[in-house]
């Protein structure tokens, strides 16, 4: 099947697989062997070794996974923040210089914050969504800029074609980690972004069973990175890229399906008087509206909001829901609710979380597959019972 000749819908199940298939196996088999007899390989990362990222399962979860994206190439690596560190070690040396989307993935901006001044590299954060103070933050080893295409928990959207346009006119690599769209809201190597980072945990993956992540980008930078990554050793294991070759394959019927979902309950929660704010993409209200509408195919299936009571009350109104579990994480088929301020960003500096919008009582939702009616009424009767 040639690249790109058929509806995404149509690659997330054919793209990638095995011609001819492997003894006629519908399905793509788990090839359970750690190396592989030698065949003429010249180089290092040739060889077929699980480390090195290139067995029968690797092959086929990347080619679908960079076919998904529009792209050329793509890495599958052991979580989402080995792809981001990784990816990240690989363009920035001592000496070098990075500017950054301010309010991160906990994970990224602790790495961020606490590592790479460790080997040396420095950074500014900067506003993504507002590119009027970008020049000023630029210097003469700025290397990288890094974004989110959603962020968490506060659910913007940047400006995302001005990060593309400012990249290329001041030779910097472009990186965006597109986990809270998924390819199927957004496809940063369409806009021209260098690289997409996954955390394939979420969306891609969406049964809250494996730990994985990705790397998409072109055929160039993608074997850059993948020879530093089999030095650093953060490979997937070719269990967890059976099951994520699996899972994929309805990605776009649950992201679609989720984000429907998510939009319903941020119309019903914004209408809510016990519910002091939401921050959703796709409602009209929201900052980030415009340019979520203008880049992305649909507004993702998070939602956050504050609830009338603060955090006493937040954790009250959470305890009484019967469907939403309790938990971290995000993009699985189950809704799953939890507060940013004590699991993903509860490393954060507390005032700088506040600053970032995270105060203690913001509650962050991931809307699953579930019937929509049944996730509402529950919200509903949760919100009935604990009203301050
Ligand atoms: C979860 C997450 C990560 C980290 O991924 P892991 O698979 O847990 O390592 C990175 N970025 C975003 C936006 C995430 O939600």
């Not at 998904?68 to 080995?82: D, F, P």
């Not at 019903?268 to 209200?285: A, D, I, K, T």
Request: hydrophobic share 40%; aromatic share 6%; with cysteine.
């Amino acid at each position: 099947m040639s690249k790109n000749s058929f509806d995404l819908t149509t690659e997330l199940v054919h793209a990638g697989e095995p011609e001819p298939r492997i003894e006629g196996a519908v399905s793509m088999p788990i090839f359970q062997s750690s190396t592989y007899e030698y065949s003429g390989e010249g180089q290092y990362d040739d060889i077929r070794y699980i480390r090195l990222n290139n067995t029968p399962n690797h092959k086929a979860i990347q080619k679908k996974l960079a076919v998904i994206e529009c792209a050329e190439s793509a890495l599958v690596t052991s979580s989402g923040m080995s792809a981001i560190t990784a990816t990240l070690l690989t363009f920035l040396k001592q000496g070098d210089h990075l500017l950054s989307h301010k309010s991160l993935y906990g994970g990224t901006a602790s790495f961020i914050l606490e590592d790479l001044p460790r080997y040396g590299i420095t950074f500014d954060l900067i506003d993504t969504t507002d590119p009027s103070g970008w020049s000023m933050m630029l210097k003469p080893n700025t290397k990288v800029i890094y974004t989110e295409t959603i962020t968490n928990p506060m659910l913007e959207v940047p400006e995302l074609g001005a990060i593309v346009d400012f990249a290329k006119e001041n030779n910097l690599i472009s990186m965006i980690d597109n986990t809270f769209a998924s390819p199927v809201l957004f496809s940063p190597s369409e806009l021209g972004f260098d690289i997409s980072l996954h955390s394939c945990t979420k969306y891609i993956n969406g049964h809250s069973d494996i730990v994985a992540g990705a790397v998409i980008g072109s055929d160039k930078l993608i074997k850059i990175i993948t020879s530093r990554m089999n030095h650093f050793g953060g490979s997937l294991n070719p269990g967890a890229c059976f099951l994520l070759h699996r899972a994929i394959k309805t990605l776009e019927l649950r992201m679609i399906r989720q984000s429907k979902n998510a939009g319903q309950i941020a119309l019903f929660l914004e209408n809510h008087p016990e519910v002091l704010s939401v921050n959703y993409p796709g409602l009209v209200s929201n900052n980030s509206y415009e340019r979520a509408k203008k880049y992305l195919s649909g507004f993702s299936a998070m939602v956050s909001f504050e609830v009338v009571g603060g955090k006493t009350r937040s954790i009250k109104f959470m305890d009484q829901l019967d469907i939403a579990i309790n938990a971290p994480s995000l993009g699985g088929v189950e809704t799953l609710i939890t507060l940013p301020a004590l699991s993903s960003h509860s490393g954060m500096d507390p005032a700088e979380r506040v600053k970032a919008g995270i105060t203690d009582s913001l509650i962050r939702l991931s809307v699953g597959i579930e019937s929509v009616d049944d996730l509402i009424t529950d919200l509903d009767q949760a919100l009935h019972k604990t009203t301050s």
